[in-house]
């Protein structure tokens, strides 16, 4: 079965480093998201991507995030400088061209900042 | 706005008794629902969605919820709760036209032996 892979699945930062989260998609995915899940908390939106734009994104993604897709198959989010309050665990979802049928998880990256 | 509602942060019963996780879900438009399952230290795993096909969804693990417009809830029920239920489950919703899903806060399931 296809499978989103995020890589690494975790991840140690100093406070104020830039940090580089990598996922690769279903190959024939047209949507990509980011999710955020602080420890012990629910699940949130940060964004998503389609036709090489952001289509949408939460209040949470602010200026200190951003999204790329560099090539054909890989999906980042880069988290510019980076906070405490950023640990959490990343997980990057895809899904086909309706949004919705098929919208599959990867298995997360955790991020910890020190 | 979109928003799911899950009643019980900890649910625990009995192995082989009946498993009800709920989820009331608000939204001004018609919704799909989804239940997700995340076992410790792992990823969100799609348990069962509906999508405005029939009312009665059948899942994975023997899982099954059913859509009930008129209470606007989304309960997840397995007939005979397994040691491997053991973990945390989460409804979210996602509205047409939109791409974003929202989660409900979560429920953690325990099963006794």
């Known amino acids: 079965e296809p499978e989103v892979t995020q890589t690494p699945s975790h991840q140690v930062t100093q406070m104020g480093q830039e940090v580089i989260l990598r996922c690769v998609p279903i190959?024939?995915?047209?949507?990509f998201y980011w999710y955020r899940q602080i420890l012990g908390q629910k699940v949130e939106f940060l964004v998503s991507?389609?036709?090489?734009?952001?289509?949408?994104k939460s209040e949470i993604f602010d200026d200190q995030f951003s999204v790329e897709r560099p090539d054909g198959s890989n999906f980042t989010l880069k988290i510019r400088s980076t906070k405490l309050e950023d640990s959490a665990m990343y997980f990057c979802?895809?899904?086909?061209?309706?949004?919705?049928?098929?919208?599959?998880f990867g298995s997360g990256t955790r991020l910890t900042v020190v | 706005a979109q928003s799911v509602t899950q009643l019980g942060s900890h649910v625990s019963v009995s192995e082989g008794a009946l498993v009800l996780l709920r989820c009331n879900y608000s939204?001004?438009?018609?919704?799909?629902l989804f239940w997700y399952v995340q076992y410790p230290n792992q990823g969100l795993q799609l348990l069962l969605k509906?999508?405005?096909?029939?009312?009665l969804v059948k899942g994975i693990n023997g899982f099954e919820a059913e859509f009930k417009k008129s209470e606007t809830s989304f309960h997840l029920t397995k007939p005979s709760a397994h040691m491997s239920d053991a973990a945390e489950y989460f409804c979210?919703?996602?509205?047409?036209?939109?791409?974003?899903?929202?989660f409900g806060s979560g429920t953690r399931l325990q099963v006794q032996p």
């Open positions: 509906y999508t405005s096909a029939a009312t």
């Open positions: 939204s001004s438009v018609p919704p799909y």
């Open positions: 979802a895809s899904s086909d061209g309706t949004g919705w049928i098929g919208y599959t």
């Open positions: 979210a919703v996602i509205n047409t036209g939109r791409r974003a899903l929202t």
């Open positions: 190959s024939n995915h047209l949507y």
């Open positions: 991507f389609y036709n090489n734009e952001i289509s949408e």
